[in-house]
């Protein structure tokens, strides 16, 4: 009678604690998620988010990926692919028993994500500010029991990004245009990362008015957002050379510079190196 009182007792502990340990967050677009454990099996549909991921220790706990996540380069062999961004496999993804599918607002379509919500929970990000790349780390040192590591990323950005604004006090602020894609030709607009970290570097969009991202007419450059400087990105759209020789005609005074995409548009712990990469930047200018 005894043990069986004290079994009973031991059982409703057992319980309360197994309640403690549970995971209640919301994400980023404020859906609310329960987990009763941290998720073990994670596929990550956002090429930064997969590279964070890695840097907050959690290698093992990745089943699948995107073809566009190369960073860490080996996982394009050691891990499932499962499609792009825009575009992904359901049935590899569902083969792969998933706890929680990483996704982005911006990446990732509204229908993708409701279709991947039959599989599993997805886990969405939206990230416009460097404040908003601080909470999805804290987040994710929650979600995934990574706390410390979660804590040391963001200690190391909010150094270099106290760092970064003491350097860049004193430059001037220059209008200026980022390209993302030819044909047609877009650039980068307001409401998102780009614009943020343009901003950070004490550019000011010519097309931030226009929407967040608006298709333009080079040769209606100088009189619609007459920049005084042209970023073109090395994605989504790779550009080259030869395509800044094309938009020279139209701008013949304005610089024109090859920019590394991944520094200007990729958040998470990627951001560390951006604030080097911009040091560099801004002493060719």
């Not at 499932?80 to 607002?105: A, F, M, S």
């Not at 030709?185 to 409401?191: K, L, N, Q, W």
């Amino acid at each position: 009678m005894y043990f069986a009182k004290n079994l009973a007792t031991f059982a409703v502990k057992l319980e309360i604690f197994s309640n403690l340990k549970q995971i209640i967050l919301a994400d980023q677009l404020g859906t609310q998620h329960i987990f009763e454990t941290s998720p073990r099996r994670i596929i990550s549909l956002v090429p930064s988010q997969t590279e964070l991921l890695y840097d907050l220790g959690l290698e093992d706990r990745i089943v699948g990926i995107t073809k566009f996540c190369v960073h860490p380069y080996h996982f394009k062999s050691t891990k499932k692919i499962v499609g792009g961004t825009k575009k992904v496999h359901y049935e590899k993804i569902r083969l792969l028993q998933p706890d929680i599918i990483i996704c982005n607002k911006e990446e990732n379509t509204k229908e993708i994500v409701e279709e991947l919500r039959r599989i599993c929970r997805v886990w969405v990000t939206d990230i416009i500010t460097i404040e908003d790349n601080f909470r999805m780390i804290s987040d994710f040192g929650q979600l995934f029991n990574c706390r410390i590591e979660a804590q040391k990323w963001n200690d190391k950005l909010a150094f270099a990004l106290s760092d970064f604004k003491n350097f860049i006090k004193d430059k001037r602020v220059k209008k200026a245009a980022y390209f993302i894609w030819k044909n047609p030709y877009m650039v980068a607009g307001s409401d998102n990362f780009i614009n943020e970290l343009l901003k950070l570097n004490h550019f000011k969009n010519s097309y931030d008015t226009l929407g967040r991202y608006p298709e333009i007419h080079i040769e209606k450059m100088q009189e619609e957002g007459n920049p005084e400087i042209i970023f073109l990105s090395s994605e989504p759209f790779p550009f080259k050379k030869e395509d800044g020789h094309e938009i020279a005609q139209f701008v013949p005074d304005v610089p024109i510079i090859l920019v590394d995409g991944e520094m200007f548009s990729w958040y998470g712990s990627r951001l560390l190196k951006a604030f080097d990469y911009f040091k560099k930047l801004h002493k060719t200018l």
